[in-house]
């Protein structure tokens, strides 16, 4: 079909060739066709083809500019004339292997990406010197935050020496800095042994050839006579300053993008890059280049642009050109909103199955686009129950699905035999259908002793050693002896088979192509193609060094499993069956389909709710402003976390716009747009604000549409429409089991043998009639058990105390909260350079108070210490006093030994000295435990206990000396709380302290109190 380019595209083919120009082009309005055309004009004006160079962003997008060109130039295409496509990062990485002799980097350097880097950054972790602010309780938190600052200081042209100048700071986010940027300078060194680069190092020696040999960059540019620059929004500053080098002083560069398809922000993409084109990129007079606009939308119905230019309205402050159609379709906008996340998967489903059934739409003629991988499992069991094909597209999604999820837990089991979810994943699956009470008699093997943390057998162990001292049954017995069978011939052929080779492998041993072949049709396709995807991945996936490492490949599908993944920056590659495919926006930029489903559409999800980690004075991995190169156009911080905070959530409001606007701007024919009130048991879920833009647009069809939140769902697991298929019941056996009760004769008539079905009913019978009878179960001790953490609530508040350990209540989530867990962590960490990985949890630590808000940083305090150079006798060290009115839990933060025999107990406080005098039975009850002889094993011949309290600018102490008199008084109070704490009253006690309890919601004495002492 010949196409009719528009007056805004004829003027945009027609633009001068030797100047530069910015192309405005909005979602769907032939932005591809319009950059051939141009080329092809300039082609047939005199540019040859091969000094014609188009840069893009993703493979993809490359490929399918040069298919166009071909088309569009055929008889040149034939001669072997091609104009040069290719990405940004894949022209640098031309450059550097054709002149980076200059900078250092040999013609065979090979380039890697995110994954293998984060392997680098791994192993550069684990065999590093000792950190003193990395908590290392969970490495791959760390591998993270120093993967991020990596690409930070990449994007804008920076090495790690910049963060290392200087003696080690003190200040502690400073200090994790700096040791994350160690342990960046020691990949970057790796990285030059191995003669290696990622991406961020393509642009970054590129900008480094090009600044130091001009003459390089003249050579480069006087190949070619126009150069096209597609989706330039979505480029970093780093990458703009190489282009500067290259194509400055009015080379005909023409940038093409759309601001408001800026999604990628959070890695390094700039607005300012597309905002500023004209200034950075002006003609040979100086004069800024010229910015044509292309407006028209080819794809989209009427109907989902006014969506899609509602959502542009908030985001745009200043006056724009809105989308408007080229089309006359209509095209539908449906919005629904359902009670529970359960209700929407399955409205959705039915919708899709609808339109495949009654208005026959092809299953590749629809899309289910996800905010988030998260939210891909439910919809996906949705499809299943409704026999709907479907393709897991999203990278960090196809992990979920079950057979790949199966296929991953072999992996995982052959690579580690200690992974019990893995080895458990496999026998309560499919393949051996174990249940947990065949795995029962196992336990006492592998169930941790009282005294040791540690697991005495790994369960594979276990398996591997049953002998007929352990009693199970012999079907069960039978299963696991044929898994020790089909685990030992693998383990075998892993060690001389290539990854992809051992996962096709594991399928045959574990017969598992055999029961995708016996499902039904839809089932078994949709198996097969998230099978392949995972086969392929493996296949593409190879080492650094060496063979292929099965830990480090899994290690790479752990980054995977992370929505912020940086695999979902390319587009999706669908296949040609005939599925639903399910991808996050992200992966769906640059696609399009008739029908477009996005579910989850509620607030704090689509748009997604501002998270933090950007603002260097308080995130580590965050890149300080005066190293970027974008600055100036950055929020301008000032160190005050509230007022930073609200800047950059507003930065991040708009990111999420945008995404909103990407996802609607696939859809061709009709949008669903769908949320539900109920995500958790938690809280309802507020309309998002793109919903409510999709309500006020005009022709809006509400479908479900639930108004209230009513009350939370009892579950939030999807309800099979019509049981699971089974071979004897047709209605499913769930629908048998309900039929069996309430007509007991009901399966006797199904029999073909009644006589043999009585028979083996007898004998049932017997066997259960045999079974002894369940032993008494004792009589709950009187004696009441609580936490340290509890007793001070009790002291202070009874009621608190009742509404938090006796019938607790909802408790909100508290950032102030979660720094002083987090000051208790780093200064543990200081302490013994990590905690067990088992107890790193954020309910570890006793009485836990809020670190002010504009405080000085507590651990900075406590660096100035009298302790931060003293090594204490005993770290977290857990009590369990038993008293006569009741047990007393809890855990101590440390104990220093002054002299033999002479302890200081000191508990770490984040906040500032309080009045209240409650406090202290905390002290008490540590003070008791030790002379009881439950710390260490010796008893101090003194003792002192000391709160110490660090959110001030100096310590402050409040200690006191531990004598007879004042240990029987500390004994005779808790013994008297241990009797409060049983009941049956709980009275409320209002003060100060309601301004931070988590439940002055609930407490009228509470909100009283504070209405009638407003804070000044």
């Given at each position: 079909?010949?196409?009719?380019?528009s007056?805004?595209?004829?003027?945009?083919?027609?633009?001068?060739?030797?100047?530069?120009?910015?192309?405005d082009?909005?979602?769907?309005?032939?932005?591809t066709?319009?950059?051939?055309?141009?080329?092809?004009?300039?082609?047939?004006?005199?540019?040859?083809?091969?000094?014609?160079?188009g840069?893009?962003?993703?493979?993809?997008?490359?490929?399918e500019?040069s298919?166009?060109?071909?088309?569009?130039?055929?008889?040149?295409?034939?001669?072997?004339?091609?104009?040069?496509?290719?990405?940004?990062?894949?022209?640098?990485?031309?450059?550097?292997?054709?002149?980076?002799?200059?900078?250092?980097?040999?013609?065979?350097?090979?380039?890697?990406?995110?994954?293998?880097?984060?392997?680098?950054?791994?192993?550069?972790?684990?065999?590093?010197?000792?950190?003193?602010?990395?908590?290392?309780?969970?490495?791959?938190?760390?591998?993270?935050?120093?993967?991020?600052?990596?690409?930070?200081?990449?994007?804008?042209?920076?090495?790690?020496?910049?963060?290392?100048r200087?003696?080690?700071?003190?200040?502690?986010?400073a200090?994790?800095?700096?040791e994350?940027?160690?342990?960046?300078?020691?990949?970057?060194?790796?990285?030059?042994?191995?003669?290696?680069?990622?991406?961020?190092?393509?642009?970054?020696?590129?900008?480094?050839?090009?600044?130091?040999?001009?003459?390089?960059?003249?050579?480069?540019?006087?190949?070619?006579?126009?150069?096209?620059?597609?989706?330039?929004?979505?480029t970093?500053p780093?990458?703009?300053?190489?282009?500067?080098?290259?194509?400055?002083?009015?080379?005909?560069l023409?940038?093409?993008g759309d601001?408001?398809?800026?999604?990628?922000?959070?890695?390094?993409?700039?607005?300012?890059?597309?905002?500023?084109?004209?200034?950075?990129f002006?003609?040979a007079?100086?004069t800024?280049?010229?910015s044509?606009?292309?407006?028209?939308n080819?794809?989209?119905?009427?109907?989902?642009?006014?969506?899609?230019?509602k959502?542009?309205?908030?985001?745009h402050?200043?006056?724009?050109?809105?989308?408007?159609?080229?089309?006359?379709?209509?095209?539908?906008?449906?919005?629904?909103?359902y009670?529970?996340?359960?209700?929407?998967?399955?409205?959705?489903?039915?919708?899709?199955?609808?339109?495949?059934?009654?208005?026959?739409?092809?299953?590749?003629?629809?899309?289910?686009?996800?905010?988030?991988?998260?939210?891909?499992?439910?919809?996906?069991?949705?499809?299943?129950?409704?026999?709907?094909?479907?393709?897991?597209?999203?990278?960090?999604?196809?992990?979920?699905?079950p057979?790949?999820?199966?296929?991953?837990?072999?992996?995982?089991?052959?690579?580690?035999?200690?992974?019990?979810?893995?080895?458990?994943?496999?026998?309560?699956?499919?393949?051996?259908?174990?249940?947990?009470?065949?795995?029962?008699?196992?336990?006492?093997?592998?169930?941790?002793?009282?005294?040791?943390?540690?697991?005495?057998?790994?369960?594979?162990?276990?398996?591997?050693?049953?002998?007929?001292?352990v009693?199970?049954?012999?079907?069960?017995?039978?299963?696991?002896?044929?898994?020790?069978?089909?685990?030992?011939?693998?383990?075998?052929?892993?060690?001389?088979?290539?990854?992809v080779?051992?996962?096709?492998?594991?399928?045959?041993?574990?017969?598992?192509?055999?029961?995708?072949?016996?499902?039904a049709?839809?089932?078994?396709?949709?198996?097969?193609?998230?099978?392949?995807?995972f086969?392929?991945?493996?296949?593409?996936?190879?080492?650094?060094?060496?063979?292929?490492?099965?830990k480090?490949?899994l290690?790479y599908?752990?980054?995977?499993?992370?929505?912020?993944?940086?695999?979902?920056?390319?587009?999706?590659?669908?296949?040609?069956?005939?599925?639903v495919?399910?991808?996050?926006?992200?992966?769906?930029?640059?696609?399009?389909?008739?029908?477009?489903?996005?579910?989850?559409?509620?607030?704090?999800?689509?748009?997604?709710?501002?998270?933090?980690?950007d603002?260097?004075?308080?995130?580590?991995?965050?890149?300080p402003?005066?190293?970027?190169?974008?600055?100036?156009?950055?929020?301008?911080?000032?160190?005050?976390?509230?007022?930073?905070?609200?800047?950059?959530?507003?930065?991040?409001?708009?990111?999420?716009?945008?995404?909103?606007?990407?996802g609607?701007?696939?859809?061709?024919?009709?949008?669903?747009?769908?949320?539900?009130?109920?995500?958790?048991?938690?809280?309802?879920?507020?309309?998002?604000?793109?919903?409510?833009?999709?309500?006020?647009?005009?022709?809006?069809?509400?479908?479900?549409?639930i108004?209230?939140?009513?009350?939370?769902?009892?579950m939030?697991?999807?309800?099979?429409?019509?049981g699971?298929?089974?071979?004897?019941?047709?209605?499913?056996?769930?629908?048998?089991?309900?039929?069996?009760?309430?007509?007991?004769?009901?399966?006797?008539?199904l029999a073909?043998?009644?006589?043999?079905?009585?028979?083996?009913?007898?004998?049932t019978?017997?066997?259960?009639?045999?079974?002894?009878?369940?032993?008494?179960?004792?009589?709950?001790?009187?004696?009441?058990?609580?936490?340290?953490?509890?007793?001070?609530?009790?002291?202070?508040?009874?009621?608190?105390?009742?509404?938090?350990?006796?019938?607790?209540?909802?408790?909100?989530?508290?950032?102030?909260?979660?720094?002083?867990?987090?000051?208790?962590?780093?200064?543990?960490?200081?302490a013994?350079?990590?905690?067990?990985?088992?107890?790193?949890?954020?309910?570890?630590?006793?009485?836990?108070?809020?670190?002010?808000?504009?405080?000085?940083?507590?651990?900075?305090?406590?660096?100035?210490?009298?302790?931060?150079?003293?090594?204490?006798?005993?770290?977290?060290?857990?009590?369990?006093?038993?008293?006569?009115?009741?047990?007393?839990?809890?855990?101590?933060?440390?104990?220093?030994?002054?002299?033999?025999?002479?302890?200081?107990?000191?508990?770490?406080?984040?906040?500032i000295?309080?009045?209240?005098?409650?406090?202290?039975?905390?002290?008490?009850?540590?003070?008791?435990?030790a002379?009881d002889?439950?710390?260490?094993d010796?008893?101090?011949?003194?003792?002192?206990?000391?709160?110490?309290?660090?959110?001030?600018?100096?310590?402050?102490?409040?200690?006191?000396?531990?004598t007879?008199?004042?240990?029987?008084?500390?004994?005779?109070q808790?013994?008297?709380?241990?009797?409060?704490?049983?009941?049956?009253d709980?009275?409320q006690?209002?003060?100060?302290?309601?301004?931070s309890c988590?439940?002055?919601?609930?407490?009228?004495?509470?909100?009283?109190?504070?209405?009638?002492?407003?804070?000044?």
């Amino acid at each position: 079909m010949k196409i009719v380019p528009s007056p805004e595209q004829l003027a945009i083919i027609g633009y001068d060739t030797d100047k530069p120009l910015r192309v405005d082009a909005g979602a769907g309005t032939g932005k591809t066709t319009t950059i051939v055309l141009r080329l092809q004009a300039a082609v047939e004006s005199g540019v040859p083809p091969e000094r014609a160079l188009g840069l893009t962003f993703t493979n993809k997008a490359a490929e399918e500019l040069s298919d166009r060109l071909r088309e569009a130039l055929p008889e040149l295409s034939q001669e072997g004339r091609e104009v040069e496509v290719t990405t940004y990062h894949g022209f640098a990485y031309g450059l550097l292997r054709e002149f980076g002799a200059f900078v250092g980097v040999e013609r065979d350097v090979r380039l890697i990406g995110p994954g293998y880097v984060r392997e680098l950054i791994h192993e550069e972790l684990s065999t590093g010197p000792g950190y003193q602010f990395l908590d290392l309780t969970f490495p791959p938190g760390r591998v993270n935050e120093t993967s991020m600052i990596m690409r930070h200081l990449a994007d804008n042209l920076q090495s790690a020496a910049p963060l290392l100048r200087g003696p080690k700071p003190v200040d502690a986010v400073a200090g994790k800095r700096y040791e994350l940027a160690e342990i960046a300078s020691r990949v970057e060194t790796t990285k030059r042994r191995l003669g290696l680069v990622d991406y961020g190092d393509l642009v970054r020696l590129v900008h480094d050839l090009l600044a130091g040999n001009p003459f390089v960059a003249e050579r480069v540019a006087s190949r070619y006579r126009m150069v096209l620059l597609d989706e330039y929004q979505d480029t970093d500053p780093g990458q703009r300053e190489m282009l500067r080098l290259l194509f400055s002083s009015g080379f005909p560069l023409t940038a093409v993008g759309d601001p408001d398809q800026t999604i990628y922000e959070w890695r390094g993409a700039s607005l300012a890059n597309f905002r500023d084109f004209p200034t950075h990129f002006p003609d040979a007079a100086g004069t800024p280049a010229q910015s044509l606009p292309l407006s028209a939308n080819r794809r989209s119905a009427p109907i989902i642009l006014k969506l899609a230019n509602k959502v542009r309205d908030l985001l745009h402050a200043e006056e724009y050109k809105p989308l408007r159609p080229a089309g006359i379709q209509p095209g539908a906008l449906i919005v629904s909103r359902y009670h529970s996340a359960a209700d929407e998967a399955v409205g959705v489903a039915q919708e899709v199955r609808r339109l495949h059934d009654e208005d026959e739409v092809d299953w590749t003629d629809m899309a289910i686009l996800f905010r988030k991988n998260a939210q891909i499992p439910l919809i996906r069991d949705a499809l299943e129950a409704y026999d709907i094909p479907y393709e897991v597209a999203a990278l960090g999604g196809l992990l979920s699905v079950p057979v790949v999820a199966d296929l991953k837990a072999w992996l995982e089991v052959i690579a580690d035999s200690s992974h019990a979810p893995a080895l458990l994943r496999i026998l309560l699956g499919g393949s051996f259908r174990l249940g947990l009470g065949d795995l029962k008699p196992l336990a006492d093997l592998v169930r941790p002793s009282r005294d040791d943390a540690d697991p005495r057998v790994p369960l594979l162990e276990a398996i591997d050693q049953l002998d007929e001292k352990v009693e199970v049954g012999n079907q069960t017995r039978a299963r696991l002896a044929r898994f020790t069978r089909i685990y030992r011939k693998l383990l075998v052929a892993a060690q001389g088979l290539s990854l992809v080779e051992l996962a096709r492998r594991i399928l045959d041993e574990t017969e598992a192509w055999a029961e995708i072949d016996a499902l039904a049709p839809n089932p078994s396709l949709t198996s097969r193609l998230n099978l392949y995807r995972f086969l392929d991945l493996a296949e593409e996936w190879s080492p650094l060094q060496g063979r292929p490492s099965l830990k480090a490949f899994l290690g790479y599908l752990n980054t995977l499993d992370e929505d912020s993944t940086s695999q979902e920056l390319d587009t999706a590659r669908l296949g040609d069956e005939n599925v639903v495919p399910l991808l996050t926006i992200h992966r769906s930029k640059g696609l399009e389909w008739d029908n477009v489903f996005i579910p989850a559409v509620v607030k704090d999800t689509l748009p997604s709710g501002y998270r933090g980690g950007d603002n260097p004075y308080f995130a580590a991995a965050a890149l300080p402003h005066e190293l970027r190169l974008d600055r100036d156009v950055l929020p301008q911080l000032t160190g005050d976390e509230r007022a930073d905070r609200a800047a950059l959530r507003e930065r991040h409001y708009d990111q999420e716009l945008r995404t909103a606007y990407v996802g609607i701007t696939r859809a061709k024919n009709r949008l669903y747009i769908s949320g539900a009130h109920w995500y958790t048991d938690k809280r309802p879920k507020l309309m998002s604000p793109v919903m409510e833009a999709a309500l006020e647009v005009d022709g809006v069809e509400r479908a479900t549409f639930i108004e209230e939140p009513g009350d939370a769902p009892g579950m939030l697991r999807l309800q099979s429409p019509a049981g699971s298929p089974d071979p004897v019941f047709e209605a499913g056996w769930q629908e048998a089991m309900r039929t069996a009760i309430a007509d007991t004769e009901a399966m006797r008539n199904l029999a073909q043998d009644p006589v043999a079905y009585d028979e083996a009913m007898d004998q049932t019978r017997l066997m259960l009639e045999s079974l002894p009878q369940p032993a008494a179960v004792p009589a709950a001790l009187d004696q009441p058990v609580t936490s340290v953490t509890g007793l001070v609530s009790l002291a202070g508040c009874p009621q608190r105390f009742y509404w938090a350990e006796v019938d607790p209540l909802p408790r909100r989530s508290s950032r102030a909260m979660r720094r002083g867990v987090e000051v208790h962590r780093m200064i543990e960490l200081h302490a013994l350079g990590q905690i067990p990985l088992w107890e790193a949890s954020d309910d570890i630590y006793d009485a836990v108070e809020p670190a002010p808000r504009g405080a000085a940083r507590p651990f900075d305090t406590f660096m100035n210490s009298r302790w931060a150079n003293r090594r204490a006798a005993f770290v977290e060290v857990p009590i369990d006093l038993q008293l006569q009115n009741g047990r007393i839990r809890g855990r101590i933060d440390a104990v220093y030994e002054d002299r033999p025999g002479a302890w200081e107990i000191v508990d770490w406080k984040s906040g500032i000295p309080s009045s209240d005098a409650t406090r202290i039975i905390q002290l008490q009850a540590y003070a008791v435990a030790a002379m009881d002889g439950l710390i260490g094993d010796s008893i101090p011949s003194s003792l002192k206990v000391t709160f110490c309290y660090l959110g001030g600018a100096t310590v402050e102490e409040v200690g006191y000396e531990v004598t007879s008199e004042w240990l029987d008084d500390a004994r005779e109070q808790l013994e008297v709380a241990l009797l409060a704490s049983a009941g049956p009253d709980f009275p409320q006690v209002a003060g100060t302290r309601c301004r931070s309890c988590d439940f002055t919601r609930f407490c009228e004495s509470g909100k009283a109190w504070i209405a009638a002492n407003p804070t000044s």
